[in-house]
């Protein structure tokens, strides 16, 4: 059992900028694959970013250019720099881990993007 807790989220003009956290609770956290994802209200969910144990990215293109993912394996955390935000990246983000003994979700943080 891997337990994510997200944290960080809340509310932010546009232009402006957010990070969020995801502490994993196994040691074994090196291995796996980390995702965040969002969920717009009246939305499905949605892949944003993924980071492999070897830290190659990837991104959608919605958020391309404008998000960072990274992780510190020495303390099991992963990240999402979020710059330049618009008002349709409001959504509850949730962190993801791909494991080899299956797939696990943090609780989701919201982020609000709005003047």
């Known amino acids: 059992q891997v337990q994510l807790v997200e944290s960080g989220g809340g509310l932010v003009q546009p232009g402006g900028s957010l990070r969020l956290s995801c502490a994993a609770s196994?040691?074994?956290?090196?291995?796996?694959?980390m995702n965040w994802y969002r969920q717009a209200p009246g939305k499905q969910r949605e892949w944003v970013a993924s980071?492999?144990?070897?830290?190659?990215?990837n991104y959608a293109n919605s958020v391309k250019g404008r998000f960072t993912i990274s992780r510190d394996n020495a303390k099991n955390m992963v990240y999402l720099q979020m710059y330049s935000l618009k008002p349709e990246d409001t959504a509850v983000y949730y962190c993801h881990a791909a494991t080899i003994v299956g797939t696990y979700w943090g609780q989701g943080t919201q982020v609000t993007v709005s003047s």
């Open positions: 980071i492999t144990s070897d830290s190659s990215t």
């Open positions: 196994r040691s074994s956290f090196s291995i796996y694959i």
